[in-house]
T-cell receptor, first 117, second 111 residues
Framework: AQSVTQPDIHITVSEGASLELRCNYSYGATPYLFWYVQSPGQGLQLLLKYFSGDTLVQGIKGFEAEFKRSQSSFNLRKPSVHWSDAAEYFC???????????????FGKGTKLSVKP | SQTIHQWPATLVQPVGSPLSLECTVEGTSNPNLYWYRQAAGRGLQLLFYSIGIDQISSEVPQNLSASRPQDRQFILSSKKLLLSDSGFYLCASASGNTEAFFGQGTRLTVV
């Protein structure tokens, strides 16, 4: 069955430190991969996505992620965390559905990021 | 880009009462629309998706139903709420070759 695993429920890092959030997936074909961020009580905002091509993907807010097929992973990284990055982060996999859109997603359970001053 | 409007933002309803959550989309036409639920400790789960007016697919059996009376309107309903229906409900839209855009969500508490 298709699934997404985010092994870290909660991570705390100091402001200015580097960050890596882990994501592993189980999927029959080459998936579309996404990272979304959710601030408390808010909807989800897309950080970045991978469909094909270069396995290192750049996103908004200084985030990047690397697709590693051999490890079935799509980890999110940021070299220097800011206090405003405190939020919950969701990894998701999907495929094209009707019309070519990518809204039919399987999400991980999320990783909550806290940032220490 | 697309803008997704959801209301209400929060809702407290007694067990057995009906439910209607509305979602409307701006900035696109003929989108695919989705209802997700985020329950505590369970991540986000796709409940319904729609590829067009009156075309609804249900992903999980449940106490809820969805309708799409207009191209950019998606409604989530229940005739009788259960305690287990509590959660954060998110509407999403995707069209053309795009990823999903999400609304701000509705926090439903069934008491």
């Amino acid at each position: 069955a298709q699934s997404v695993t985010q092994p870290d429920i909660h991570i705390t890092v100091s402001e200015g430190a580097s960050l890596e959030l882990r994501c592993n997936y189980s999927y029959g074909a080459t998936p579309y991969l996404f990272w979304y961020v959710q601030s408390p009580g808010q909807g989800l905002q897309l950080l970045l996505k991978y469909f094909s091509g270069d396995t290192l993907v750049q996103g908004i807010k200084g985030f990047e992620a690397e697709f590693k097929r051999s490890q079935s992973s799509f980890n999110l990284r940021k070299p220097s965390v800011h206090w405003s990055d405190a939020a919950e982060y969701f990894c998701a996999v999907g495929e094209e559905d009707y019309g070519g859109s990518q809204g039919n997603l399987i999400f991980g359970k999320g990783t909550k990021l806290s940032v220490k001053p | 880009s697309q803008t997704i409007h959801q209301w209400p933002a929060t809702l407290v309803q007694p067990v057995g009462s009906p439910l209607s959550l509305e979602c409307t989309v701006e900035g696109t036409s003929n989108p695919n629309l989705y209802w997700y639920r985020q329950a505590a400790g369970r991540g986000l789960q796709l409940l319904f998706y729609s590829i067009g007016i009156d075309q609804i697919s249900s992903e999980v059996p449940q106490n809820l139903s969805a309708s799409r009376p207009q191209d950019r309107q998606f409604i989530l309903s229940s005739k009788k709420l259960l305690l287990s229906d509590s959660g954060f409900y998110l509407c999403a839209s995707a069209s053309g070759n795009t990823e999903a855009f999400f609304g701000q969500g509705t926090r439903l508490t069934v008491v």
